[in-house]
């Protein structure tokens, strides 16, 4: 089955390490996201990638970094300057055009001590 | 900006009640989508629907339904005779065009989520 795979599921970290977070996808999609998920709150967007070595930054880049040198691989790096790591995040996917919802993998939980 | 609302933190019923989740957008744009999505204690975002600024017909799907008015920019959410397993963290999303250089592309804006409680 297709699907986007978040690995891993939780992962635990001291403060002021870098941690990168693995998300994989075989639904052949071109577009792909990061989003950070806080209690209380929605979803915020990090970074975004519509094609292959090709990404932007979203709402909230700082402290973040990504990297597209496959289409299926979008892996998100949280480096020590991001301020506020703890958090839930999110890969997705989707074909192109406007009627194409966003397929979501299961997330990582991201715990820095 | 675009702004999404969901005024309700959470909802507690007992199964078999409806429950209705209220969502309240605002937008410039005269084409958007509107999205649904389910967020079991998995974690993982389920995709439940899409609408789009130019269809204002309401839509039924099993025991969910879903009542789009343009006109008070509501997109609001009802599970009907409500089970255990609806229990979830429910988001409300409208998209929102992406910056140059991308074209033809959107973001998701989400409203804060409704965390439904189903007791049995």
């Known amino acids: 089955d297709g699907g986007i795979t978040q690995s891993p599921k939780y992962l635990f970290r001291k403060e002021g390490q870098n941690v990168t977070l693995s998300c994989e996808q075989n639904l052949n999609h071109d577009a792909m996201y990061w989003y950070r998920q806080d209690p209380g709150q929605g979803l915020r967007l990090i970074y975004y990638s519509q094609i292959v070595n090709d990404f932007q930054k979203g709402d909230i880049a700082e402290g973040y970094s990504v990297s597209r040198e496959k289409k299926e691989s979008f892996p998100l790096t949280v480096t020590s300057a991001q301020k506020n790591p703890t958090a839930f995040y999110l890969c997705a996917s989707r074909n192109r055009g406007w009627d194409s919802p966003l397929h979501f993998g299961n997330g990582t939980r991201l715990t820095v001590t | 900006a675009q702004k999404v609302t969901q005024a309700q933190t959470e909802i507690s019923v007992v199964e078999k009640e409806d429950v209705t989740l209220d969502c309240v957008y605002e937008t410039r744009d005269t084409t958007y989508y509107l999205f649904w999505y389910k967020q079991p204690p998995s974690g993982e975002l389920v995709f439940l629907i899409r609408?789009?600024?130019?269809?204002?017909q309401n839509e039924i799907s099993g025991r969910y339904s879903w009542n789009f008015q343009k006109s008070t920019s509501s997109f609001n959410f009802t599970i009907t005779a409500s089970q255990v397993v609806d229990s979830a963290v429910y988001f409300c999303?409208?998209?929102?065009?992406?910056?140059?250089?991308?074209?033809?592309?959107?973001?998701?804006?989400f409203g804060a989520g409704t965390t439904v409680t189903v007791r049995a």
């Open positions: 999303a409208l998209s929102e065009p992406l910056p140059p250089p991308v074209k033809g592309d959107y973001k998701l804006s």
């Open positions: 609408r789009n600024s130019f269809d204002e």
